[in-house]
């Protein structure tokens, strides 16, 4: 999600500034939106990320409990770095929740940098479920970053902040995208499950010898197939709604970019209840 962040969010220059090094991974990134208060609500965000005109820089930091980070996937081990959400300060005004790029740990040692307090939310609930990721949490103390770390494709800059006319809800498209190729990672791992299991059943015999001849292949129990077949169908389906969420996504993009929104509420419908259908059925 780092990087569709910044390719979603960010400009031509921090395209070239930051994706090589993401693509080499030589640095890690994460997407630091969701906190503690404040999950379905990104408006109630309270990270705040204040520009100081003195220096040139935001001062990013976390004013209350709720404001930690929480949730953040790479983030309690493996991140170097973060698309954080914040709400920008500039002045006494507050501008809404904007994309600011922060390094947490150091290339060198990976030890977190002055200020940042990271570290792992510990075991998730469920058989498995998702342990394997290192969801994190994250707090910042009055933070400093060079002001050309704000993603800034949205605004335009000459000292005050200026939402630029480049449609803002291009930003939800990394949402959209992220969902689509979890469906179709869902696809993939149902498939290569239901290979395994289809194979087996096939070399695998048991009961039914008559004669002395072999015993009955697994796969031709009924009970077997109506456990298998529809997965077996199911990982097909997935496979072409998959491919056709990719097709919807560059759909959805093309579209944003000449100011059409006519289809984004679909392509969101249409991602999130696809993700959460397929990554169950698969589970
Ligand atoms: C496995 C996992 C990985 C994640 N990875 C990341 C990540 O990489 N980066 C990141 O920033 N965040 C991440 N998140 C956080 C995720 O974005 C939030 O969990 C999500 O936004 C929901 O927020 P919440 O959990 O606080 O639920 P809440 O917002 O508290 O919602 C709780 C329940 O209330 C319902 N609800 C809330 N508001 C409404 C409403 N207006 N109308 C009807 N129902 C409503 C919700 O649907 C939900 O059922 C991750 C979460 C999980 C579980």
């Known amino acids: 999600m780092f990087i569709p962040a910044i390719k979603g969010q960010g400009t031509e220059e921090q395209h070239e500034k930051w994706l090589p090094m ?10 630091a939106q969701t906190e503690l208060g404040h999950g379905s609500n990104v408006q109630g965000l309270e990270t705040t990320a204040t520009f100081d005109p003195q220096t040139d820089e935001f001062v990013i930091h976390s004013p ?15 991140s170097t770095h973060a698309v954080v959400y914040a709400r920008l300060i500039t002045g006494a005004q507050d501008h809404g929740v904007h994309g600011f790029i ?16 990271v570290g792992d939310i510990g075991m998730k609930f469920g058989s498995g479920a998702y342990n394997s990721m290192d969801n994190g949490l994250l707090r910042f ?19 005050k902040f200026v939402q630029s006319d480049v449609p803002r809800q291009l930003v939800y498209g990394t949402m959209v995208y ?22 087996y059943s096939a070399v695998r015999r048991q009961f039914g010898s008559q004669n002395g001849g ?67 059925v698969t589970a």
């Open 22 to 31: 993401a693509y080499k991974m030589q640095i890690i990134g994460c997407y």
């Open 64 to 78: 209350t409990l709720t404001s930690s980070k929480w949730w953040p996937g790479g983030l309690g081990k493996v």
């Open 102 to 117: 922060v390094q947490l740990r150091s290339l060198d040692d990976h030890s977190p940098l002055p200020g940042i307090t």
């Open 141 to 159: 103390d009055h933070v400093r970053i060079p002001r050309n770390q704000m993603l800034m494709r949205f605004v335009t800059r000459e000292g």
């Open 178 to 199: 992220v969902r689509q190729t979890i469906v179709s990672d869902a696809s993939c791992a149902l498939a290569r499950a239901v290979c395994i299991a289809t194979r």
């Open 214 to 280: 072999p015993e009955t292949q697994v796969i031709d129990y009924k009970t077997q197939q109506s456990r298998l077949f529809p997965l077996l169908a199911s990982a097909y389906a997935f496979r072409f709604v998959g491919e056709w969420l990719k097709w919807l996504y560059a759909d959805v993009t093309q579209r944003l970019q000449a100011n059409d929104f006519s289809t984004l509420p679909e392509a969101h419908a249409c991602t999130a209840g696809l993700k959460s259908m397929t990554t169950s």
